[in-house]
């Protein structure tokens, strides 16, 4: 079936440590998101991608990173400089780039750094 | 910068009861305004997808209208179910995808 998947679903981090989540779709789109969802918040824009090997900061950027060197593979590096990292995180795709195209999302990875 | 706007930020209503959604943004340059319903714990599911030529879609029970012009754009309900319970967010599509802060709907047996 084509979709997005998002992996791993729940993730536990020592502060101080770099951990990267997985987001592969097969469904041939071009533009890739990464969004972050607090409690209570709508879905704040981290970065996004509009094509292979290009990327923009969306919002808020700061203690990420990011790579695109597959169409299918977007993944997000959450790191030690990101001062408030616990946050449910989602990663959707679209066909068509700025933001022309319908929006499909992944089912989320919920990091929580003790 | 463009800002989305939703209210009321919940609301409680009796099962049957139809009911509106609403949703505004600042910049009216945009290629289109989605819906989405997100249940707890769970990624977003797409409603509807106006594109900016058009001004209304419809899907079963849900009815999304888009007034560039004015900023605005709502969804209807029709006849509202238990199941409809959850969170509804929409996003404008422009150069970057921006949501509002979504709507907690709650429907009441």
């Known amino acids: 079936d084509g979709g997005i998947t998002q992996s791993p679903k729940y993730l536990f981090r020592k502060e101080g440590q770099n951990v990267t989540l997985s987001c592969e779709q097969n469904l041939n789109h071009d533009a890739m998101y990464w969004y972050r969802q607090d409690p209570g918040q709508g879905l704040r824009l981290i970065y996004y991608s509009q094509i292979v090997n290009d990327f923009q900061k969306g919002d808020i950027a700061e203690g990420y990173s990011v790579s695109r060197e597959k169409k299918e593979s977007f993944p997000l590096t959450v790191t030690s400089a990101q001062k408030n990292p616990t946050a449910f995180y989602l990663c959707?795709?679209?066909?068509?780039?700025?933001?022309?195209?319908?929006?499909?999302f992944g089912e989320g990875s919920r990091l929580t750094v003790l | 910068k463009q800002e989305v706007t939703q209210i009321p930020a919940a609301l409680s209503v009796p099962e049957g009861e139809n009911l509106v959604l609403n949703c505004s943004f600042t910049?009216?340059?945009?290629?289109?305004l989605q819906w989405f319903r997100q249940d707890p714990g769970k990624g977003l599911t797409s409603l509807l997808l106006?594109?900016?030529?058009?001004r209304e879609q419809t899907s079963g029970r849900l009815n999304a209208s888009l007034d560039k012009s004015s900023g605005r754009s709502t969804l209807y309900i029709a006849a509202s179910q238990p199941g409809d319970s959850a969170t509804y967010l929409c996003a404008v599509g422009d150069d970057k995808i921006i949501f509002g802060k979504g709507t907690r709907l709650h429907i009441l047996p």
């Open positions: 910049d009216s340059a945009i290629y289109n």
């Open positions: 106006i594109q900016s030529s058009q």
């Open positions: 959707a795709s679209s066909m068509y780039s700025r933001g022309t195209g319908e929006l499909f």
